[in-house]
């Protein structure tokens, strides 16, 4: 048995390029799981073995690799930054025990790195701060530490502090010991020494040093007495102390360092040793109804003993066949053992285990309470399944995704080509919760809808490349949605004689707004039986059916309320069908009288600009119909926060760049919807009129 207080499953995650990919490279170096580093820049790193993210230099996939440090198990998965693969980033931290957020030295706290913060606070996950890149041009830890406390609402535990800044970066200071760690210029990760304090720091480390007492003695009362009374606490005590308040989310214990030069990271190993969780100390996940979703109050105790529960948390396609990424909570899996799964009711045999070394695998035969692995060849298992004993059937609490914002039309360039289509969007889909297809039944095009235009683009990339479709790839589409502004009461029957039985149906009912977000709602305060209680399911179902496409032009419709208060009905020909045909026709007739209204989804948009063009920045925003909700000044520019509405952002990076000379960058994410300026939603409403029409 393997001892679970030696194990942390971890992630690494981050805004773009501050360094996540490199400073996995540089721990699988340090723990010696790989002799050569691969860089980044180079397009050769472990983590990022896809033919696109060697490419772009970009993470697209979570990859997991598995090593060992001062004989301790890690578990490190590699997270991408794009605000476009935030899902990935999500599934991962909800299968881990404790994640290190890695920022940029010079950039500081960036949007992409707010959201995933925000993420793991969701999902109550440990964490480490490493401050990277402090080797950069304008690199300032102090600031970084700052802007952790002022943009995330965080309280950082200053660790270590960095030994010169820039070109002159070579050290780091451990706060707690009050030890100086310093790199020689051979750029290797193991030549340091350990030195005493720069005698130019010796009262800075000072104030931290006590600082980091105070902020550790709070977490344990009989400390805090004796600290107060003037006895200084072992550094064994403070070290238990750091590792309670790590776990209880109370502090996030702060490093910092240059990745690329190999300096510091050890001390980020050491702090995931000593600071962040096991399996055994995080709190178990929660079991849930299948059917309600809901909390049953019971949960996956993390024990050997204990009958299976695993959670399915990523599907990958590859060389081998598809690879079903487990996190497992409690019990054993061996080779050969039939599973249930809980989603489906449907029980798999495990065939081959593999433990995953990014894309090279080692086979296991069999894994237990707090390993991550990857089983090859599952049939019918998905994203957020949960896998139990068949004779302990539970569910696990499942993942939660968000809805794609943009699609695009795409046909394959020559006839043959879609079922190869249809069979790799299948697989792809699978991999990916964020990424929709749907067929448009009128014209028969395939719809695909992502969360951005990056990550389309690199669905259409993968599509031609992995699976050799070619594709004609269609204009960016936003995905409108439709709403009502007033409140109307008004009557419908229905009424049907054409030998036989008849149908009857009348109803009297008012429409109004519902609140933002509440979707569709109905009531029913008929009294005295007029529309008889079993057929208010029948004209809710009418209605509801009816929400997939409004009158304007088609889109989807949001936030309405629907109050049925009268109506009639006959005792031969009413019937369930004919009252909800009644609905249908009700909704068709009474939702252009309540000022049916265009939606549009709006973006949160994040730039960043050299000083010299935020006026033009700001201009350019402004007549994209842009809101200007913030700006602040960095060292080395300006950010810029707005609303600006999807339909206008289209190929925006290209326009930025030419606006800022190729220096300004940007990331956005779904916000809310808000209704569309009249000259806008009459383009878009006659558009879907001529495309209708062209069908």
Request: with cysteine; net charge negative.
């Amino acid at each position: 048995m393997a001892d679970l207080s030696k194990y942390r499953n971890i992630g690494i995650f981050a805004h773009v390029d501050a360094g996540k990919t490199t400073t996995t490279e540089r721990i699988l170096k340090l723990t010696g799981k790989i002799h050569k580093t691969g860089e980044v820049h180079d397009g050769e790193s472990t983590t990022d073995f896809m033919e696109q993210e060697a490419e772009r230099g970009i993470t697209i996939q979570s990859a997991a690799v598995t090593c060992e440090w001062k004989g301790h198990r890690l578990n490190v998965i590699d997270t991408p930054g794009h605000v476009d693969f935030t899902v990935e980033v999500y599934r991962s931290l909800k299968v881990l025990d404790g994640g290190v957020g890695v920022f940029c030295g010079s950039g500081g706290v960036e949007p992409q790195s707010e959201t995933n913060w925000r993420y793991a606070n969701e999902s109550e996950v440990a964490r480490i701060i490493f401050v990277n890149k402090l080797d950069r041009m304008g690199a300032d830890f102090y600031r970084v530490v700052k802007q952790v406390k002022d943009v995330l609402a965080a309280n950082p535990l200053v660790m270590t502090l960095p030994i010169g800044i820039e070109d002159e970066f070579c050290g780091v200071v451990d706060v707690l010991e009050k030890k100086a760690y310093v790199w020689d210029d051979t750029g290797l990760p193991e030549n340091y020494e350990v030195q005493d304090v720069p005698a130019d720091m010796v009262d800075k480390v000072e104030e931290y040093h006590e600082l980091l007492i105070e902020s550790a003695v709070e977490q344990d009362d009989d400390l805090m007495e004796a600290y107060m009374e003037g006895e200084i606490p072992s550094i064994e005590d403070i070290k238990r102390c750091i590792r309670k308040g790590t776990r209880d989310l109370a502090f996030f214990p702060t490093f910092c360092g240059s990745a690329f030069k190999n300096k510091g990271v050890q001390l980020v190993l050491d702090a995931v040793v000593d600071y962040l969780p096991a399996p055994t100390e995080v709190d178990p996940q929660p079991l849930t109804d299948p059917e309600t979703g809901e909390p049953t109050g019971e949960v996956a105790t993390v024990d050997a003993e204990q009958p299976l529960k695993a959670l399915a948390f990523k599907i990958m396609d590859d060389r081998f066949g598809a690879l079903t990424f487990i996190r497992i909570y409690s019990g054993r899996m061996k080779k050969g053992d039939t599973v249930l799964n809980s989603a489906t009711g449907k029980t798999e045999r495990i065939g081959r285990m593999v433990e995953m070394q990014a894309d090279d695998r080692n086979e296991i035969s069999e894994a237990q309470a707090g390993d991550i692995i990857a089983v090859v060849g599952m049939k019918n298992v998905q994203t957020g399944h949960t896998l139990c004993d068949p004779k302990h059937e539970c569910t696990l609490e499942a993942m939660i995704f968000p809805e794609p914002v943009i699609s695009i039309a795409v046909q394959p360039k020559d006839k043959g080509g879609n079922e190869k289509m249809g069979i790799a969007i299948g697989k792809m889909v699978a991999e990916d919760p964020s990424f929709q297809v749907e067929t448009d039944e009128d014209s028969g095009e395939t719809i695909l809808k992502g969360m951005g235009e990056l990550h389309l683009d690199i669905k259409v990339d993968i599509l031609k490349r992995t699976y050799g479709v070619d594709l004609i790839v269609g204009q960016p589409q936003v995905a409108y949605r439709e709403t009502i502004t007033q409140e109307v009461e008004d009557s419908y029957t229905h009424k049907k004689q054409s030998g036989g039985s008849g149908q009857f149906g009348k109803i009297d009912y008012r429409i109004k707004p519902g609140e933002v977000g509440s979707g569709f709602t109905f009531k029913s305060t008929v009294v005295g039986g007029n529309v008889p209680k079993e057929f208010w399911p029948a004209v809710e179902k009418g209605f509801k059916s009816m929400m997939e496409t409004g009158v304007l032009a088609g889109f989807p419709v949001l936030d309405v309320e629907v109050e049925l208060f009268d109506g009639g009905f006959h005792a031969v020909d009413s019937s369930a069908i004919a009252f909800e045909i009644a609905a249908k026709g009700a909704f068709r007739q009474s939702i252009p009288k309540a000022g049916a209204q265009l939606l549009e989804p709006i973006m949160k948009v994040d730039v960043f600009t050299p000083e010299d063009n935020v006026g033009d920045v700001i201009g350019d925003l402004n007549r994209r119909r842009g809101m200007i909700k913030d700006q602040e000044a960095g060292l080395t520019g300006v950010r810029i926060k707005g609303d600006v509405p999807l339909s206008e952002m289209f190929g925006y990076i290209g326009h930025l760049r030419t606006i800022t000379s190729g220096r300004g960058q940007f990331s956005m994410e779904f916000s809310h919807y808000a209704p569309c300026p009249q000259n806008v939603a009459d383009t878009v409403i006659a558009a879907e009129k001529e495309k209708k029409a062209a069908k």
